[in-house]
């Protein structure tokens, strides 16, 4: 028998390093360890094959190297399987997410509806001071039913719990340009705030609110 470092071994077997490594974990092949040095020993007849010292070396298809392959396959398996699970997930969430967003589309049109027909037809409303007859004057029979504010201009009563709001500003002598800003802010608060109706193109607002509290009311 004769003793070899495990890469005189490595050379005279024509293998591996890690293949020596494996046949001594195995038992298939008999160490000893010198001064911490591992030692392969070896029959006498394996030493003379020395010879494959100058010939190329291969590489078997060693166990453990083979052992090796299968775990990363297995890993890279379960790798591209969470893979899936998420793209799976995500396309969830982002169809859920495109519902939320087309129903809260919805939700914020049908609100937005009412203020923007209000103000539509206050903006397409003829002017009344120009097309109402004078209080002395006679009204046709066939003439359509007015509406509270038409009613308020030639001196119907209107009522009580609702007034006019533009009669209002008018008798209050609050300016034109001023008027407009008014009409602007509280058109946007039809629906939303029960003391401020709409008719007809005309807002009306609850007797005994002050402008200044609805102004700054939700």
Same mark, same amino acid.
């Given at each position: 028998?004769?003793?070899?470092?495990?890469?005189?071994?490595?050379?005279?077997?024509?293998?591996?390093?890690?293949?020596?490594?494996?046949?001594?974990?195995?038992?298939?092949?008999?160490?000893?360890?010198?001064?911490?040095?591992?030692?392969?020993?070896?029959?006498?007849?394996?030493?003379?094959?020395?010879?494959?010292?100058?010939?190329?070396?291969?590489?078997?298809?060693?166990?453990?190297?083979?052992?090796?392959?299968?775990?990363?396959?297995?890993?890279?398996?379960?790798?591209?399987?969470?893979?899936?699970?998420?793209?799976?997930?995500?396309?969830?969430?982002?169809?859920?997410?495109?519902?939320?967003?087309?129903?809260?589309?919805?939700?914020?049109?049908?609100?937005?509806?009412?203020?923007?027909?209000?103000?539509?037809?206050?903006?397409?409303?003829?002017?009344?001071?120009?097309?109402?007859?004078?209080?002395?004057?006679?009204?046709?029979?066939?003439?359509?039913?007015?509406?509270?504010?038409? #009613?308020?201009?030639?001196? =119907?009563? !209107?009522? $009580? @719990?609702?007034?006019? +709001?533009?009669?209002?500003?008018? *008798? /209050?002598?609050?300016?034109?340009?001023?008027?407009?800003?008014?009409?602007?802010?509280?058109?946007? #608060?039809?629906?939303?705030? =029960?003391? !401020?109706? $709409? @008719?007809?193109?005309? +807002?009306?607002?609850?007797?005994? *609110? /002050?402008?200044?509290?609805?102004?700054?009311?939700?």
């Amino acid at each position: 028998m004769a003793k070899f470092t495990v890469a005189e071994a490595s050379d005279i077997l024509g293998i591996t390093k890690e293949a020596i490594y494996n046949r001594i974990r195995r038992g298939t092949l008999k160490s000893v360890t010198e001064a911490g040095v591992k030692h392969v020993v070896l029959e006498e007849e394996a030493k003379s094959s020395s010879a494959k010292f100058s010939q190329p070396k291969t590489i078997p298809q060693d166990d453990l190297y083979v052992e090796l392959l299968k775990e990363q396959v297995g890993e890279f398996k379960a790798l591209v399987k969470k893979l899936e699970e998420d793209k799976e997930r995500l396309i969830a969430e982002k169809e859920a997410l495109l519902v939320h967003s087309k129903e809260e589309v919805e939700r914020i049109y049908k609100e937005r509806d009412k203020q923007l027909k209000a103000i539509l037809s206050l903006a397409t409303r003829p002017l009344l001071e120009k097309t109402l007859p004078a209080k002395n004057e006679t009204i046709d029979a066939d003439f359509e039913e007015l509406t509270p504010y038409e #009613k308020e201009l030639v001196g =119907e009563p !209107v009522p $009580e @719990e609702w007034i006019n +709001l533009g009669v209002s500003m008018q *008798k /209050k002598g609050i300016s034109e340009k001023k008027q407009k800003k008014i009409n602007t802010a509280l058109v946007q #608060k039809v629906g939303f705030c =029960e003391d !401020v109706r $709409e @008719e007809n193109g005309t +807002l009306f607002i609850r007797r005994g *609110k /002050k402008l200044k509290e609805l102004l700054g009311k939700s």
